[in-house]
């Protein structure tokens, strides 16, 4: 029902023009899920700022997609925060770190989400609560123990990985 795949820029490829990425994603960008492709590129890497995209999907309608681009590791971070501030009040919101992107997230019901993406265009659709926050805790922690795990010392996101496990336990308790 889901999709979601995080992925780092390629730190030689400057993003200039949104419609050429998208149909040339692998020239732009390297899968986190792929170790040999990271470790290629990881000296070039600045760990300060790290480009890249998330990819979610919900059946066949992107979510997410490589034209939303931004800090990648920050963009996860406050993710995680609007996924918190969902369990806990309801609804979260916010801006991407480095893009005039705003996402935003409302239960409507016990089961079930609004989930609204502002940027050039609107993407406004309702989605299965559990299964959001599912998807969205499981492409976190994808991407910060791939991270980790690849680049030892480079990065460290132990207080994100901590704060994806508390959300876990908060979400069976859903």
């Known amino acids: 029902m889901f999709y979601i795949n995080t992925l780092l820029n390629r730190p030689e490829k400057e993003i200039n023009d949104l419609n050429t990425i998208k149909s040339n994603i692998e020239e732009y960008f390297v899968q986190v899920k792929d170790e040999k492709q990271l470790l290629s590129i990881g000296n070039s890497l ?29 963009l996860w971070a406050y993710i995680l925060n609007v996924t918190e501030s969902l369990i806990s009040t309801g609804e979260g ?69 901590q704060k994806i496990s508390s959300l876990r336990d908060t979400l069976l308790d859903m």
């Open 46 to 74: 600045d760990f300060d700022y790290l480009n890249g995209a998330i990819i979610l999907k919900h059946l066949d309608e992107f979510l997410l997609n490589v034209d939303c681009w931004d800090l990648v590791d920050q």
């Open 93 to 161: 919101e916010t801006y991407f770190p480095d893009q005039p992107v705003k996402l935003k997230l409302k239960s409507i019901s016990k089961d079930l989400v609004l989930y609204v993406l502002e940027a050039d265009y609107r993407t406004k659709v309702v989605l299965p609560k559990k299964d959001l926050i599912d998807i969205l805790l499981s492409g976190a922690a994808d991407f910060f123990h791939a991270m980790e795990k690849t680049f030892k010392g480079k990065c460290n996101y132990q207080y994100e990985i």
